[in-house]
């Protein structure tokens, strides 16, 4: 069975900062990967996926993901950091064939400081 | 293209009702899965349904069930309400691509089921 596992609960960056939140996973083969963001009270949008190839992915809002298969990791990183980018993160896995589903990490919270 | 849609966006019932949630999918898309969402468990896998048949399902008690129509809009129904069962539930929708469905899922806004 896949798992996901995000370290960190919270962070907190100044505007204008770098960011990397990080996410590792378990699972057999290589999976799905996917990074959500999620705003207080609202749905999960998706950010950026892994499938294959370039292990280095750009997604919407300035972020990218590095998928490092030795790490089993799928870390998020962006740049500069704005205001508006606070939110919760969540990592998550997809697999299983025929039963698929997302696995999801517990997610991590972003403060980002004026 | 209208995102999925969920309804209602808020409820409150009591102890021991039930409830029903719906879920529209993105158009085109024959997928509906659903989420739990809790401060404690976080986001956990319900069930899916495909070609209003159920394709795959976690590990929740059997007063969680649901159903797919012919549009593929989905329901879901929660018997016997327990407080346990507070949280935001979260429907996601896949399109199929011709021999299975593509791996990305769309989630709507959610439900705030308050149980008290």
């Known amino acids: 069975a896949q798992s996901v596992t995000q370290p960190d609960i919270h962070i907190t960056v100044s505007e204008g900062a770098s960011l990397e939140l990080r996410c590792n996973y378990s699972y057999g083969a290589t999976p799905y990967l996917f990074w959500y963001v999620q705003s207080p009270g609202q749905g999960l949008q998706l950010l950026l996926k892994?499938?294959?190839?370039?292990?280095l992915v750009q997604g919407i809002k300035g972020f990218e993901a590095e998928f490092k298969r030795s790490q089993s990791s799928f870390n998020l990183r962006k740049p500069s950091v704005h205001w508006s980018d606070a939110a919760e993160y969540f990592c998550?896995?997809?697999?299983?064939?025929?039963?698929?589903?997302?696995?999801f990490g517990k997610g991590t919270l972003l403060t980002v400081n004026p | 293209k209208a995102g999925v849609t969920q309804t209602p966006r808020y409820l409150i019932k009591t102890r021991g009702q039930q409830v029903t949630l719906s879920c529209s999918p993105i158009?085109?898309?024959?997928?509906v899965s659903w989420y739990q969402q809790t401060p404690g468990q976080g986001l956990q896998f319900l069930f899916e349904?495909?070609?209003?048949?159920?394709?795959n399902k976690g590990n929740f008690p059997g007063r969680f069930s649901g159903r797919q129509f012919s549009n593929s809009r989905s329901e879901m129904n929660v018997s016997t309400l327990e407080l346990g069962d507070s949280a935001l539930y979260l429907c996601?929708?896949?399109?199929?691509?011709?021999?299975?469905?593509?791996?990305?899922?769309?989630f709507g806004q959610g439900t705030r089921l308050t149980v008290v």
């Open positions: 996601a929708s896949r399109k199929y691509r011709g021999r299975d469905l593509d791996t990305e899922a769309f």
């Open positions: 349904y495909f070609s209003e048949t159920q394709r």
């Open positions: 158009s085109g898309h024959r997928s």
């Open positions: 998550a896995v997809g697999a299983g064939g025929s039963n698929y589903k997302l696995t």
């Open positions: 892994y499938f294959s190839g370039d292990t």
